[in-house]
Each structure stands twice: as C-alpha cells, then as structure tokens.
C-alpha cells in the first residue's frame, strides 16, 4: 500500500519539475487601416520553430525541449536567421480571409530581445500585414491548430476596443467588421471566458493547483475544506474585480513570490495541525487575495472588449472555480475516498505530501526572488 501512495506521489511531482520555460497563448492584436490590416504577434518564437506541442505546460515536458533551450541561447540576430527559414511555414499556418476571399500576409517587423534571464520566456514581435481591397466588410483570422491557442484583440482606425477572442487550437474568429466595433454577445463573451479561466487552473496553473491541493490536505472532513474554499473563493473573486478594475496594481514581481510563499505556509501548517485553527481561514482569504491579483494579471494580458467587461469577468471567474473543483475533485478520487478513514491517513498522505509541495513552493519562492534577474 505505502509503495502505491508512494508512486501516487512521485506522479503528482512529475509534471510540475521544471517551470522556467513556461507555454502560453500567443497574442495577436488587429489593427486596421485604409486598404490594409496589421497583426501584431506577441509570442515564444523559439517554441514554434522548435515545435514544441502547444497543449504542455512547459517546454521541458516537450521530446523537443532540447532545441527549444538551444533556440533561447541564441542572439536575437542568431534566432531571426532561424526565423528566416521558418517564415513560410509560419505564413502558411495563418489563415486570413476578407468577405470569404483569402488574403495574402508578409513579415513587417521581427522584433527580438536580448538574451536576458534563462529562466523566463523571451516575448517576440512579429508583425505581418497585408492589403484589403477597397469596400471590404468582414475580415476572420486564425491560424493552425499545431501552434496552439491565440488571444485576438482588435483595435478600430478610431483607436476604439473593436473585438477580443480566446481561440483554441485551430479555430477562427467570428466575422470582424474592418470599419466599426464587432458586436459580440454577452452569452458568447462568457462562455469563451470561462474556457479561459478553467485552463489557467487545470492544466496551466500549478501554483494555484498545489495551493489548492494543500487546502485539501488538511483534513478529510468536510467542513474545514469548505471554511477554506468559501474563503480563497471570496478573496481571490474581490481582487481579481479590484486589479481588472485598476484600483490595486501590484508588479507580478511582488505577486508571484509571495504566492510560492502561501504555498509553503499551507503546507507547512498541515504537518503541524491536524484540524482547522481559528486562523486559517483568515490566512487563506489574504492568501486568496495575493491569488486573485495574479489571476488579474493573466486576465489583463487577454484584455476585454470594454462593453463587456462584466460578461468577461464573471465568465473568467466561475472557470478558474469549475478548475479549483476539479483539483479537489481528483483529490477526493486518489486520496479522500479510498484512505480518507484511515488512522495513518495523516502519517502516510498529509505529512509526505505536504512536506514535497512545500519543498516545490520553497524553489519557487526561491527561483522568483533570489534567482530573478
């Protein structure tokens, strides 16, 4: 039995080993002009010409991780050479049509900074534009599922916020008006938003995960694991609204160690409690806070269309919930159901799980303090 719980473990540790190439959707911003249109793209070059799959949450998970870290060594005249002989592949892989009618694009710009610290993604821009015959109504965009999911935001000639999509792999936009705000329903807007929120949980975000996973840890009643839940929940629902509305702006740089840090302390907690103090649920929702605000800071990145802002914030809301389900869910299945009565339950799960998320949060903390650049 112990050499079963054991290999559970180690299985759950497995994926979340390395994190410093971390995988995430690339952003194309729209813009329009007379007989023209631009995108933008924000996006991991190294990982596409690698061709790392899209769905992993870091690069290191990839058979392809090799030549992603040889491609992040190279300088940024290095790396637009490999570019060179990935253009037409990458052109090929865009699909941009006007009123039904295929659009042809070209590289404008490639824009590659310095090498700058290992452990963090190197953020390219690329740009690529193209021509729009005279009385054009409807534009859709889209590019190839095997280069993962794209964040489309489009800006009006009037500078006004005129669309905002989360594809998934391989799909397209809705019809874009090429002269005023495309309208797009709430119920549309909502939906697409919770597909975001639940992915930033399962299976993008492991810090929220662990954090989650120690909440459930502590005991196999019920009751502290709602005391717990109904606190993050609240917590990180009032500073996601807070930092989307830009009464609390704190750097990530702030944000994200301090998150590693509640991490450590949960867990840490649960080897020295074996019931819910006083405390913790109080601990827990200021916790919830610092979660809420990095929620906020991977929901700014996505951007909403203004008109509807509260569609998008709801919907993103109840996905990242849907997610933190899911997390308890899975851990009632391996742990809470089969060994949640027994009397070494604490002994032979708590105490060694806890004991290994802590250490992973303890790197983290240290990985985004002491060995941030």
């Not at 497995?14 to 690339?26: C, D, F, K, N, V």
């Not at 060179?84 to 694009?105: C, M, N, R, V």
């Not at 450590?264 to 080897?271: A, D, L, R, W």
């Amino acid at each position: 039995m112990r050499s079963i719980l054991l290999a559970l473990f180690m299985i759950l540790l497995l994926p979340i080993s390395g994190t410093s190439h971390e995988l995430r959707p690339a952003v194309a911003d729209i813009r329009f002009a007379q007989g023209s249109f631009e995108v933008e793209f924000r996006l991991t070059l190294e990982a596409l010409i690698a061709e790392v799959d899209p769905n992993l949450s870091d690069t290191s998970e990839s058979s392809n991780a090799e030549r992603y870290d040889t491609l992040r060594l190279l300088t940024p005249s290095e790396l637009a050479k490999e570019f060179t002989g990935f253009e037409a592949q990458f052109l090929s892989a865009i699909s941009a049509t006007i009123d039904g009618q295929p659009l042809l694009a070209s590289t404008t710009a490639l824009i590659i900074p310095e090498i700058g610290d290992m452990e963090l993604v190197r953020d390219t821009t690329l740009k690529i534009a193209g021509e729009i015959p005279a009385g054009a109504r409807e534009f859709v965009f889209g590019w190839s599922a095997n280069l993962g999911p794209l964040i489309v935001r489009v800006t009006t000639p009037e500078g006004e916020d005129g669309y905002s999509a989360y594809l998934q792999s391989g799909q397209i936009t809705d019809p874009i008006s090429v002269v005023g705000v495309t309208q797009q329903s709430g119920l549309s807007v909502f939906a697409r938003y919770v597909a975001i929120g639940f992915e930033h949980i399962v299976p993008k975000g492991l810090d929220h995960i662990l954090f989650v996973v120690g909440l459930f840890l502590l005991s196999t009643q019920m009751r502290p694991l709602l005391w717990q839940i109904s606190a993050f929940t609240l917590a990180h629902t009032i500073s996601l609204a807070m930092g989307m509305l830009g009464w609390v702006n704190i750097p990530p740089a702030i944000i994200e160690p301090l998150i590693a840090a509640s991490i450590v302390y949960v867990c840490i907690e649960n080897i020295f409690m074996s019931g819910l103090s006083r405390w913790r649920p109080l601990i827990v929702f200021g916790f919830g806070l610092l979660h809420g605000l990095g929620f906020a800071g991977v929901l700014a990145e996505v951007g909403f269309v203004q008109s509807q802002f509260v569609s998008g914030l709801i919907g993103f809301n109840i996905g990242v919930e849907l997610g933190q389900l899911a997390v308890i869910a899975l851990c009632f299945v391996l742990f809470g159901v089969w060994f949640g009565r027994k009397n070494w339950y604490r002994a032979v799960i708590t105490t060694p799980l806890s004991l290994g998320i802590a250490a992973i949060g303890a790197y983290w903390f240290i990985e985004r303090t002491l060995l941030a650049v």
